[in-house]
């Protein structure tokens, strides 16, 4: 991250057109962390720090599958209630079936929501936003069909080994933060470094283009969607080992909160253009602004009116930067 | 009890009724509450069956889930499926009279139970006395700390009139102990991740943070799940709210400090009973108060006793 901030020089950007004005999420999440500092000193203890690191890991995931969808030219709005039905089947199976048994049937369930968009927008061709949002509804219906409406724990409780998993660190860093972390590495290899990858940024790039260099753009589109969906399910994993119990409630707004973040990152919601690691400064560009908020003891109706605008300026910049290089070349 | 209820019911109503036999299937009666998937509701809707099964009344439900048109909606198809009364728990004091006017239309008696509202058209509120468990709640937190130290406030959603009185009972309570001090004050929905998130921001922000309001059980479960990481369980109270069964182990863990029991099975019996005696003419006030229960780690077992039991 700190060779993308001092590498923002002409040359860069002249070499690699994409690179153009892409430094822009990490600046503004530098000046978030800050100004942060600067208002309240506890923001950068240890402490803090590592409850940053946790309250973003499980945006992390969903937004990683967020950027698969968006850089493959859709869009999905069905992450959240996928979240709550992986947790709370998740959850279910585990009370029967153990730990390993019930993180497989979460991550099955959110891949299973993930084929259905897929094969809804790529097969059937329904626009992804009325596509998506019919299954953010639907499956958020279901999930309160199969829990009755009350969270899923267990007369005592989930597996102590899944709770302590939501607890326990690593070097110091908790597990939950490192889900992401080698998520971002494995999946940066696969958008980056395989021939799938190329497909998803060509597909997104322009179908047509990728349709008649040979690719088989509805596979390649509805893969996109499976991946969003198994994250959106591992998250639904990961939120219940930390609220310890499967929430019916869980994840609301998750899909607004991860599409600002893919959005801050630098990705074009038209498709084509994107990186996780700028998604996920994207998404702690959301949680250090909440947490900061916080610590500054901000009202929480004003923390709505900044968290607002500060999407709407970090894009905006960014698009402004956009725009001011493209005149300059 | 139940029998015994459901026993003088019908013995009551054969005294009554002697010349022409109950016609207790006539009766259905619709029910809209705020949140279907919210353990209080649930917990309520079975107090509501139960009572009206007792009686021989049918029950309708609609779902609302926080959403205020579709709360509106709902009762509307209720009253115009002909429900002969209609218990809500309306999602805000003013966003859905509409509801209120649609019953009132209709003359159908509409009453709030537990949440309330300003319609004019509201039949009755079957209600807590929300200032009161503000203040009681208050009260307990400050005798706990030695009237001294540092509390957050997560209140609830922006809006409903039930939390904002229990914030002017908790913070009119507080005024009185000068040691103690509201440090801050956040509304928010009523989940668990908030709670999880708002306390561990808390205990950042006030190291010495010695106590934590949470406006429900759920934010409550949250808020002590993020005391016990923190290695501060015992040292930082954690309040809740309703006396959710998960609320009532974790006080007898002793992660959670203390909840205050509103017996939403009680409200459910009590709303059916009041609206029966409403159809059958008797009179009673605007509001009618249920009582609550504050529950700590002193009476904890005899509660969990009496929940296995009942």
């Known amino acids: 991250m700190s060779d993308a901030a001092t590498s923002s020089s002409v040359p860069a950007a002249k070499r690699r057109s994409f690179d153009i004005g892409g430094h822009i999420p990490l600046a503004a999440l530098i000046v978030l962390v800050a100004v942060a500092a600067l208002a309240a000193p506890r923001f950068l203890s240890v402490l803090n720090l590592t409850n940053v690191l946790v309250q973003g890991a499980v945006m992390a995931v969903v937004a990683m599958g967020m950027t698969f969808v968006i850089i493959g030219g859709g869009f999905d709005l069905s992450v959240g209630s996928t979240v709550a039905?992986?947790?709370?089947?998740?959850?279910?199976?585990?009370?029967?079936?153990?730990?390993?048994?019930?993180?497989?049937?979460?991550?099955?369930?959110?891949?299973l929501v993930?084929?259905?968009?897929?094969?809804?927008?790529?097969?059937?061709?329904v626009n992804p936003f009325i596509t998506t949002l019919g299954t953010m509804v639907l499956v958020r219906g279901v999930v309160y069909l199969v829990t009755g409406g009350a969270p899923v724990e267990g007369e005592f409780g989930l597996p102590p080994a899944f709770i302590a998993f939501g607890t326990a660190r690593l070097l110091?860093?908790?597990?939950?933060?490192?889900?992401?972390?080698?998520?971002?590495?494995?999946?940066?290899w696969l958008l980056h470094a395989t021939p799938y990858g190329t497909r998803v940024f060509a597909v997104g790039g322009g179908r047509e283009a990728a349709f008649l260099s040979g690719i088989r753009v509805e596979r390649v589109v509805a893969s996109t969607y499976v991946w969003c969906g198994a994250l959106a399910g591992l998250a639904g994993m990961m939120l219940a080992s930390r609220l310890q119990s499967g929430?019916?409630?869980?994840?609301?707004?998750?899909?607004?909160?991860?599409?600002?973040?893919?959005?801050?990152?630098?990705?074009?919601?038209?498709?084509?253009?994107?990186?996780?690691?700028?998604s996920i400064i994207g998404v702690f560009i959301m949680v250090v602004l909440g947490n900061g908020l916080n610590l500054m003891n901000v009202d929480s109706y004003w923390q709505r009116v900044a968290i607002g605008a500060v999407i709407i300026a970090a894009a905006a910049a960014d698009r402004l930067r956009h725009r001011a290089q493209g005149r300059i070349i | 009890m139940k029998q015994f209820l459901a026993a003088a019911v019908l013995a009551a109503g054969t005294l009554l009724g002697a010349a022409q036999p109950a016609r207790a299937d006539d009766i259905t009666i619709g029910v809209s509450l705020a949140q279907d998937d919210n353990p209080f509701y649930i917990q309520m809707l079975k107090g509501?069956?139960?009572?009206?099964?007792?009686?021989?009344?049918?029950?309708?439900?609609?779902?609302?889930?926080?959403?205020?048109?579709k709360q509106i909606n709902g009762v509307q198809d209720l009253v115009a499926r002909g429900v002969k009364g209609v218990l809500i728990s309306p999602i805000d004091a003013t966003g859905v009279n509409a509801a209120y006017d649609a019953a009132a239309a209709a003359h159908v008696p509409i009453i709030s139970v537990a949440r309330g509202s300003t319609s004019p058209n509201q039949t009755l509120h079957v209600a807590m006395d929300e200032k009161q468990v503000g203040r009681d709640i208050a009260a307990w937190t400050a005798a706990k700390l030695g009237d001294?130290?540092?509390?957050?406030?997560?209140?609830?959603?922006?809006?409903?009139?039930?939390?904002?009185?229990?914030?002017?009972?908790?913070?009119?309570?507080?005024?009185?102990?000068?040691?103690?001090?509201?440090?801050?004050?956040?509304?928010?929905?009523?989940?668990?991740?908030?709670?999880?998130?708002?306390?561990?921001?808390?205990?950042?922000?006030?190291?010495?943070?010695?106590?934590?309001?949470?406006?429900?059980?759920?934010?409550?479960?949250?808020?002590?799940?993020?005391?016990?990481?923190?290695?501060?369980?015992g040292k930082v109270l954690v309040t809740g709210m309703n006396g959710v069964p998960p609320a009532l182990?974790?006080?007898?863990?002793?992660?959670?400090?203390?909840?205050?029991?509103?017996?939403?099975?009680?409200?459910?019996?009590?709303?059916?009973?009041?609206?029966?005696?409403?159809?059958?003419?008797?009179?009673y006030n605007q509001q009618v108060f249920i009582k609550h229960v504050i529950i700590d780690q002193s009476n904890v077992d005899d509660v969990l006793k009496r929940m296995q039991a009942g």
Not at chain 1, 115 to 124: E, H, R, T, W
Not at chain 1, 264 to 275: C, M, N, P, R, W
Not at chain 2, 263 to 279: C, E, I, M, S, T
Request: contains cysteine; proline residues 3%.
């Open chain 1, 114 to 125: 993930g084929a259905i968009n897929g094969a809804v927008v790529a097969v059937l061709r």
């Open chain 2, 148 to 233: 001294k130290g540092k509390v957050a406030f997560l209140g609830g959603p922006a809006g409903a009139p039930t939390f904002r009185n229990l914030w002017d009972g908790y913070s009119e309570t507080m005024a009185k102990h000068s040691g103690i001090q509201i440090v801050s004050h956040n509304d928010g929905p009523l989940t668990r991740e908030r709670g999880v998130k708002e306390a561990e921001d808390a205990m950042v922000a006030h190291p010495d943070l010695a106590a934590i309001y949470a406006a429900n059980d759920d934010v409550a479960l949250g808020a002590q799940q993020a005391v016990v990481a923190a290695g501060k369980k």
């Open chain 1, 247 to 278: 929430q019916p409630t869980a994840g609301e707004f998750y899909e607004l909160t991860a599409i600002a973040a893919v959005v801050l990152g630098g990705a074009s919601l038209t498709g084509g253009d994107g990186k996780l690691y700028k």
């Open chain 2, 48 to 69: 509501i069956r139960a009572r009206a099964d007792a009686l021989g009344w049918k029950v309708i439900t609609v779902s609302a889930n926080e959403d205020k048109q």
């Open chain 1, 85 to 111: 039905l992986a947790g709370c089947i998740g959850s279910a199976v585990m009370l029967k079936g153990g730990v390993a048994a019930g993180v497989i049937a979460g991550i099955a369930a959110g891949a």
């Open chain 2, 249 to 283: 182990r974790a006080i007898k863990d002793g992660g959670l400090s203390m909840t205050v029991e509103l017996n939403p099975v009680q409200w459910g019996q009590l709303g059916v009973d009041v609206l029966a005696g409403y159809l059958k003419g008797e009179k």
């Open chain 1, 172 to 188: 110091g860093i908790s597990l939950l933060v490192w889900v992401p972390a080698v998520l971002l590495l494995a999946l940066s």
